[in-house]
């Protein structure tokens, strides 16, 4: 199993400001993943993050708005850029597990940012 | 495209009372169907993996059966901790690593 913390856990923000959510794993991972859920709706991945290369960005998504660092094999930031009232979502780090499991990701338990 | 359809979309259920959510799925070569719960304010807890048709996975009052079409995630005598959003995922054809989740059944267990 993996423990994620991500924080904040959640942010009033204005329009036009950037955030960043940090995601700390407490053990050594290759790959983590950046999602997004929105409100009533399932989760989209925006990213996958390996150290030491570029985070590889899904249809839809890109570094401008949504940069991503990876400084080392435990910890991840994700930057929410220039905001607008349709970021407002939950952000969500997560790592696949260990156990060689296929499909089981651990999730921390999210950023809530609202956008005003 | 791969896709992940899930129904209803929302359950309300009596404690005791037993039923099924369903996942129907579009992939280009199943390499896998999977399911998580998601409670409020949490991030999605994994619960099973289902690798091929007629397969079947237990875990306390879930248990997850796999078609060559769809999945079930039957709730036998549901309590009200049960209560949650489940969601079905399955890998992208382009990346294993990319999970594609359906938007989720939200169930209601009332005492």
């Known amino acids: 199993s993996a423990v994620i913390s991500q924080k904040p856990s959640r942010d009033i923000c204005q329009r036009g400001t950037s955030l960043t959510i940090q995601c700390q794993v407490d053990?050594?991972?290759?790959?983590m993943f950046w999602y997004r859920q929105q409100p009533g709706q399932s989760l989209t991945l925006i990213a996958t993050?390996?150290?030491?290369?570029?985070?590889?960005?899904e249809s839809g998504f890109v570094i401008d708005k949504f940069p991503i660092s990876r400084p080392n094999l435990t910890f991840s930031t994700l930057t929410v850029s220039n905001m607008s009232p349709e970021d407002s979502s939950i952000y969500l780090c997560?790592?696949?597990?260990?156990?060689?499991?296929?499909?089981?990701?651990?999730f921390g338990e999210g950023s809530r940012l609202t956008v005003l | 495209e791969d896709q992940v359809t899930q129904s209803p979309e929302a359950l309300r259920l009596q404690e005791g009372e037993s039923s099924s959510l369903n996942c129907s799925y579009t992939?280009?070569?199943?390499?896998?169907l999977f399911w998580y719960r998601q409670d409020p304010g949490k991030g999605p807890e994994f619960l099973f993996t289902?690798?091929?048709a007629g397969e079947e996975k237990e875990k306390e009052r879930l248990k997850a059966t796999l078609t060559k079409k769809e999945s079930f995630l039957h709730i036998t005598a549901p309590k009200p901790e049960d209560s949650a959003t489940y969601l079905c995922?399955?890998?992208?054809?382009?990346?294993?690593?990319?999970?594609?989740f359906g938007s989720g059944t939200r169930l209601s267990i009332r005492p």
């Open positions: 995922a399955v890998p992208g054809y382009s990346s294993a690593s990319k999970i594609i």
């Open positions: 992939v280009s070569g199943l390499r896998g």
């Open positions: 993050a390996n150290q030491g290369s570029e985070a590889t960005y």
């Open positions: 053990s050594q991972v290759t790959m």
């Open positions: 997560s790592v696949t597990g260990t156990g060689g499991v296929t499909g089981e990701l651990f």
């Open positions: 289902l690798y091929s």
